[in-house]
């Protein structure tokens, strides 16, 4: 598996529009930016996408343009799912869109413009897409949200992108002892909100759950660009 963050930013991303802060003006002045996270997997020959951002078009291209084999939508936040419109004339073929039924149903709604074939997926319960073994788990956010575990070639990968840290037992046990762990870590320590984990809360989660590689993805404005755990776009791994 070849895995690529094509974005490791929050719901609005970096810099933030109309923002004056110090990780914003750096970004402006260096030319750096978290597009919305989204995660391209390479596995042989297809290619998977979690998450169709509102970024979509720009991720694809600094991609290079893969031909997208299998979608997975994690939950019906705009920032994870309306960029699918920017598949409108892009690949020929109906584009597969996996997910939990809830979240297939409420996503899958928008799109009708777009030809999609919906394929639902139930929780705990290993599915085969792109020749991978995706197994699908509930995290805890303020919608029905799925974290998943990617097993291919004997290894795994594990993410989860908005959650809080209170992870039911049963999704937890199967988020441990990944290859590669991408966690949601969206504000500073100390920062705490309802929906999210900070990166104080990511980086326990991260240790507890023993993964051998970790790092946090959907970050805010307020994490800083030197960040020792946080992902940077089109960072890749090769497991
Ligand atoms: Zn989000
Ligand atoms: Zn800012
Ligand atoms: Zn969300």
């Not at 402006?28 to 996408?49: C, D, F, M, V």
């Not at 939508?73 to 994870?80: I, L, R, S």
């Not at 139930?122 to 029905?144: A, K, S, W």
């Not at 990617?150 to 290859?179: P, Q």
């Amino acid at each position: 598996m070849k895995i690529t963050v094509l974005g490791t930013g929050d719901t609005v991303g970096t810099p933030k529009v109309n923002c004056d802060c110090e990780v914003c003006r750096q970004a402006k002045a260096e030319g750096r930016e978290r597009l919305r996270t989204s995660i391209l997997i390479e596995h042989n020959g297809q290619n998977l996408l979690i998450d169709t951002t509102p970024d979509l078009r720009r991720q694809l291209l600094a991609a290079d343009s893969p031909h997208i084999d299998g979608v997975i939508w994690t939950h019906g936040h705009f920032d994870h799912f309306m960029g699918f419109a920017d598949f409108y004339r892009v690949q020929r073929e109906i584009i597969k869109v996996y997910g939990a039924p809830e979240v297939l149903d409420y996503c899958g709604s928008v799109f009708n413009f777009i030809r999609h074939a919906e394929f639902p997926v139930l929780p705990f319960e290993p599915v085969e897409i792109c020749g991978m073994e995706v197994t699908l788990f509930p995290v805890v956010h303020d919608t029905p949200t799925y974290g998943m575990r990617i097993r291919a070639d004997g290894k795994t990968f594990v993410y989860s992108c908005d959650t809080r840290a209170e992870i039911c037992a049963e999704s937890l046990a199967l988020m441990r002892d990944a290859d590669l762990l991408l966690l949601d870590g969206i504000f500073p320590p100390g920062v705490n909100i309802a929906k999210h984990m900070n990166t104080a809360d990511a980086e326990r989660l991260g240790k507890e759950l023993n993964a051998k590689e970790f790092w946090c993805v959907h970050m805010s404005h307020k994490i800083p660009w030197d960040y020792a755990y946080g992902a940077s776009d089109m960072q890749t791994w090769t497991l």
